[in-house]
């Protein structure tokens, strides 16, 4: 039976060493939850570190810590002390971590931790290797593994990976700073589908492989090393029924159930005091913009002076990664603003902010979601951000306001919260007013939207969203209408080229043949070819044909002396072994003239793209221009010139990077067929790589062998994934 293999840096378990014994205990957390029913009910496994380093395991207790994982369905990756220092401390967290929620400044590279990180990457994909069978799915989370698709891909193709990322994807202004970000895009694309939080970090991403990686991406589409992955937006949700539950019961708990922090909580609502308090919970984390809240707050009290006493900030910080220096110092930056906010406005019966650095039980979280009137959550980057949607799960009376940063994923979500810039604390200190002011049915008309939203797209529909959708990713191959063109394949192909009988080749030039170059006029034919082609059309029974939509001048150029029969301009001119050219159709070529300034304006602003100029169409080039400012251009172009020829026979072919005028009159099918009407051949194939040779494929006889060159939908029967694997094909028919 196939499974699911769920890949994070830290298994769902809490493991403590009680001298040498071992107690195990599944955590609460958000991933854990939503996956459950991914991890639990299709025999998975999930694969992490156990928490505990080598030095601290002795083999004996290594293998103790490997038999308790496995009864909670889990594996161990095994990772030493100095692995945690350079992978987790070093390069996700003093690196990846800046880098992707745009700290730049504090973004350190050490080549010591991009080895280590490379390194732990590796052990992760021995373990998954190991433990995978072909037809299992793997699920990998988070950037403390983005090497590990690609290093599993490697190793074992027919698996099916999906990456999820928990953090932004930074614009690529910012990503392109960074050192090994080659490396990094090339490890993820190992994947089939790539999640993230939102459409905004989607686009980032997609950005960053179009500039950096010069893929072709066709919506949400790569095509990459010949594979289709498909990037999409899962927005993250909580267990909120766990969170809706334990409210309820929480509301209906008697005076002596009351946990302490509850009866302090309580003391502070006196009822007719009017007394407003407001939450906020976060890791400590310079993200999460604690200081800029508490300033905020401190501005809020000096512009509003009648809330003195009437006010509470309740503030957790919990405590995280406190070996990596910026935490250091955003823990005695926030320490010393509480200390100067609650020293410049407390009173003897009254203190500003309530802080509270700690990790607290579950029972009190919901105290305190459910005791405050507001909720102040103001991160300056944050991928997602849960504590907003556990806040709105938790009032069950559908009061309370919600105060979020623009820059927190979830406000794409969570639009009836009142958004802030928590850069600015005039608008933080202004909502913050706003929030305390808000009727209370304003509040549960808000609540109600928000609920409706949390409540419907929660943590086990966004596990299983991402799971299925994995899953139809898989199955893009295997739906392509078209066949690898696999050995036995090839076999027949030399076999009929073998037994005697007639036998055509029609054969595209560029992208099919030759790899594409940075200016066209590079493309030419090497040595290699020429004598591959040579070898073939020596064969009595086989005609070799070059098809091209390149112009007689360069065809003629490259294949002066050669005997094959040349078709130039996508069909227009034919040279027939042996021959001179002859034009196969004629055309007229006036309306160049008013066509040619109009695709000159669009090449001179868009830097890198360039005309050709041919016989009979006009080709505007843009393989060396910024991609996405190319996409702009080339749909500008399309509206523009869809003007220019209605009422005319011209039509505009989008090709590889190249989009071409050119009369309807011609096309590449129509020459072929113009060959078939004068020689019967018993054999025919054909091979081509780009829209234009479609109408070779779509038009040539059914029992035709036509062949594509790429993964994209075409009417050919069979393809293939690159110029190298044509050259092979071609070279078992020359040699048969
Ligand atoms: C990363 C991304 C993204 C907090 N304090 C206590 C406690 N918590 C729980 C909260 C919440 C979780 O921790 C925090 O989740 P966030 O989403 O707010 O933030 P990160 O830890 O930075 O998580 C983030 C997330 O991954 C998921 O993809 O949303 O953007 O940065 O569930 O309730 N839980 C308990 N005691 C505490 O003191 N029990």
Same mark, same amino acid.
């Given at each position: 039976?196939?499974?699911?293999?769920?890949?994070?840096?830290?298994?769902?378990?809490?493991?403590?060493?009680?001298?040498?014994?071992?107690?195990?205990?599944?955590?609460?957390?958000?991933?854990?939850?939503?996956?459950?029913?991914?991890?639990?009910?299709?025999?998975?496994?999930?694969?992490?570190?156990?928490?505990?380093?080598?030095?601290?395991?002795?083999?004996?207790?290594?293998?103790?810590?490997? %038999?308790?994982?496995?009864?909670?369905?889990?594996?161990?990756?095994?990772?030493?002390?100095? *692995?945690?220092?350079?992978?987790?401390?070093?390069?996700?967290?003093?690196?990846?971590?800046?880098?992707?929620?745009?700290?730049?400044?504090?973004?350190?590279?050490?080549?010591?931790?991009?080895?280590?990180?490379?390194?732990?990457?590796?052990?992760?994909?021995?373990?998954?290797?190991?433990?995978?069978? &072909?037809?299992?799915?793997?699920?990998?989370?988070?950037?403390?593994?983005?090497?590990?698709?690609?290093?599993?891909?490697?190793?074992?193709?027919?698996?099916?990976?999906?990456?999820?990322?928990?953090?932004?994807?930074?614009?690529? !202004?910012?990503?392109?700073?960074?050192?090994?970000?080659?490396?990094?895009?090339?490890?993820?694309?190992?994947?089939?589908?790539?999640?993230?939080?939102?459409?905004?970090?989607?686009?980032?991403?997609?950005?960053?492989?179009?500039?950096?990686?010069?893929? &072709?991406?066709?919506?949400?589409?790569?095509?990459?090393?010949?594979?289709?992955?498909?990037?999409?937006?899962?927005?993250?949700?909580?267990?909120?029924?766990?969170?809706?539950?334990?409210?309820?019961?929480?509301?209906?708990?008697?005076?002596?159930?009351?946990?302490?922090?509850?009866?302090?909580?309580?003391?502070?609502?006196?009822?007719?005091?009017?007394?407003?308090?407001?939450?906020?919970? &976060?890791?400590?984390?310079?993200?999460?913009?604690? @200081?800029?809240?508490?300033?905020?707050?401190?501005?809020?009290?000096?512009?509003?002076?009648?809330?003195?006493?009437?006010?509470?900030?309740?503030?957790?910080?919990?405590?995280? =990664?406190?070996?990596?220096?910026?935490?250091?110092?955003?823990?005695?930056?926030?320490?010393?603003?509480?200390?100067?906010?609650?020293?410049?406005?407390?009173?003897?019966?009254?203190?500003?902010?309530?802080?509270?650095?700690?990790?607290?039980?579950?029972?009190?979280?919901?105290?305190?979601?459910?005791?405050?009137?507001?909720?102040?959550?103001?991160?300056?980057?944050?991928?997602?951000?849960?504590?907003?949607? !556990?806040?709105?799960?938790?009032?069950?009376?559908?009061?309370?306001?919600?105060?979020?940063?623009?820059?927190?994923?979830?406000?794409?979500?969570?639009?009836?919260?009142?958004?802030?810039?928590?850069?600015?604390?005039? *608008?933080?200190?202004?909502?913050?007013?706003?929030?305390?002011?808000?009727?209370?049915?304003?509040?549960? %008309? =808000?609540?109600?939207?928000?609920?409706?939203?949390?409540?419907?797209?929660? $943590?086990?529909?966004?596990?299983? *969203?991402?799971?299925?959708?994995?899953?139809?990713?898989?199955?893009?191959?295997?739906?392509?209408?078209?066949? @690898?063109?696999?050995?036995?394949?090839?076999?027949?192909?030399?076999?009929?080229?073998?037994?005697?009988?007639?036998?055509?080749?029609?054969?595209?030039?560029?992208?099919?043949? $030759?790899?594409?170059?940075?200016?066209?006029?590079?493309?030419?034919?090497?040595?290699?070819?020429?004598?591959?082609?040579?070898?073939?059309?020596?064969?009595?029974?086989?005609?070799?044909?070059?098809?091209?939509? %390149?112009?007689?001048?360069?065809?003629?150029?490259?294949?002066?002396?050669?005997?094959?029969?040349?078709?130039?301009?996508?069909?227009?001119?034919?040279?027939?072994?042996?021959?001179?050219?002859?034009?196969?159709?004629?055309?007229?070529?006036?309306?160049?003239?008013?066509?040619? @300034?109009?695709?000159?304006?669009?090449?001179?602003?868009?830097?890198?793209?360039?005309?050709?100029?041919?016989?009979?169409?006009?080709?505007?080039?843009?393989?060396?221009?910024?991609?996405?400012?190319?996409?702009?251009?080339?749909?500008?172009?399309?509206?523009?010139?869809?003007?220019?020829?209605?009422?005319?026979?011209?039509?505009?072919?989008?090709?590889?990077?190249?989009?071409?005028?050119?009369?309807?009159?011609?096309?590449?099918? %129509?020459?072929?067929?113009?060959?078939?009407?004068?020689?019967?051949?018993?054999?025919?194939?054909?091979?081509?790589?780009?829209?234009?040779?479609?109408?070779?494929?779509? &038009?040539?006889?059914?029992?035709?062998?036509?062949?594509?060159?790429?993964?994209?939908?075409?009417?050919?029967?069979?393809?293939?994934?690159?110029?190298?694997?044509?050259?092979?094909?071609?070279?078992?028919?020359?040699?048969?």
């Amino acid at each position: 039976m196939n499974k699911t293999i769920i890949v994070s840096n830290r298994l769902p378990l809490q493991i403590k060493l009680d001298g040498s014994e071992l107690q195990v205990t599944p955590s609460v957390g958000g991933l854990a939850t939503g996956m459950k029913s991914v991890h639990r009910n299709s025999n998975g496994l999930w694969i992490g570190w156990s928490g505990l380093t080598d030095e601290e395991l002795h083999p004996e207790l290594s293998k103790k810590v490997e %038999r308790a994982v496995s009864k909670e369905q889990c594996a161990t990756v095994n990772l030493n002390k100095e *692995d945690i220092k350079h992978y987790y401390y070093g390069f996700s967290n003093r690196m990846l971590w800046p880098l992707f929620h745009y700290f730049i400044e504090y973004a350190e590279f050490s080549m010591t931790s991009w080895e280590t990180y490379k390194r732990v990457n590796e052990k992760f994909a021995e373990v998954v290797i190991a433990r995978a069978n &072909d037809g299992d799915k793997i699920w990998i989370h988070d950037y403390q593994l983005l090497l590990l698709p690609q290093l599993i891909k490697e190793k074992r193709p027919h698996l099916s990976i999906g990456f999820f990322l928990h953090i932004p994807f930074p614009s690529f !202004e910012i990503f392109r700073t960074f050192p090994k970000r080659k490396e990094i895009l090339e490890g993820m694309l190992g994947a089939d589908l790539l999640g993230f939080h939102t459409y905004d970090y989607e686009r980032h991403f997609l950005s960053s492989v179009k500039r950096i990686l010069h893929c &072709d991406v066709s919506f949400n589409k790569i095509n990459y090393q010949n594979r289709t992955i498909k990037v999409d937006s899962f927005p993250m949700g909580i267990d909120y029924s766990k969170f809706e539950q334990a409210a309820l019961k929480h509301n209906n708990q008697s005076e002596e159930e009351k946990s302490e922090v509850q009866k302090r909580l309580d003391d502070h609502l006196v009822p007719g005091k009017d007394v407003k308090m407001v939450l906020s919970i &976060d890791r400590l984390d310079y993200t999460k913009g604690i @200081p800029n809240r508490i300033r905020a707050f401190e501005y809020f009290l000096t512009k509003y002076p009648q809330y003195k006493e009437k006010i509470r900030l309740i503030m957790l910080a919990v405590p995280s =990664r406190s070996k990596v220096p910026q935490y250091k110092r955003l823990k005695e930056e926030t320490d010393e603003l509480v200390g100067r906010v609650n020293g410049a406005f407390s009173t003897v019966s009254w203190t500003p902010i309530w802080y509270f650095f700690r990790t607290m039980p579950f029972e009190n979280l919901i105290d305190l979601y459910t005791s405050c009137d507001i909720a102040l959550i103001t991160p300056v980057r944050d991928g997602m951000n849960l504590v907003a949607k !556990e806040y709105v799960a938790t009032r069950t009376n559908n009061d309370g306001v919600l105060v979020l940063s623009e820059m927190a994923g979830a406000t794409k979500e969570l639009n009836e919260a009142i958004h802030i810039n928590p850069y600015d604390l005039e *608008d933080m200190a202004n909502s913050l007013k706003q929030a305390i002011d808000m009727p209370l049915e304003e509040q549960q %008309r =808000r609540m109600k939207s928000l609920k409706k939203r949390v409540s419907r797209y929660d $943590v086990k529909k966004w596990a299983s *969203d991402f799971m299925s959708s994995l899953n139809d990713t898989h199955n893009t191959l295997s739906t392509m209408e078209a066949d @690898p063109l696999d050995n036995s394949l090839i076999t027949s192909f030399t076999e009929a080229i073998n037994s005697n009988e007639t036998c055509v080749l029609f054969l595209d030039y560029d992208g099919t043949l $030759v790899n594409f170059s940075e200016r066209p006029e590079d493309a030419i034919p090497d040595p290699k070819l020429l004598e591959l082609l040579h070898d073939i059309n020596e064969k009595p029974n086989v005609d070799l044909v070059i098809i091209s939509g %390149r112009d007689q001048k360069s065809l003629n150029n490259w294949f002066k002396n050669t005997p094959f029969t040349l078709i130039s301009d996508h069909g227009v001119s034919m040279r027939s072994k042996g021959e001179n050219w002859k034009i196969l159709e004629r055309l007229n070529t006036d309306w160049m003239e008013d066509i040619k @300034p109009v695709l000159e304006s669009f090449a001179d602003r868009t830097p890198g793209s360039f005309i050709e100029e041919k016989n009979f169409s006009l080709a505007w080039h843009y393989r060396n221009a910024d991609i996405e400012l190319a996409q702009k251009r080339l749909s500008e172009i399309n509206t523009v010139l869809t003007s220019f020829i209605s009422n005319t026979d011209l039509t505009l072919l989008d090709g590889n990077k190249v989009l071409e005028v050119k009369s309807s009159k011609v096309n590449k099918g %129509r020459a072929c067929n113009y060959m078939l009407q004068q020689h019967k051949y018993q054999h025919i194939f054909a091979f081509g790589d780009d829209w234009t040779d479609e109408f070779m494929f779509e &038009d040539l006889p059914k029992h035709a062998h036509t062949v594509k060159v790429g993964l994209q939908k075409t009417k050919a029967r069979y393809y293939l994934d690159s110029v190298e694997q044509v050259r092979t094909v071609l070279t078992a028919i020359a040699k048969s």
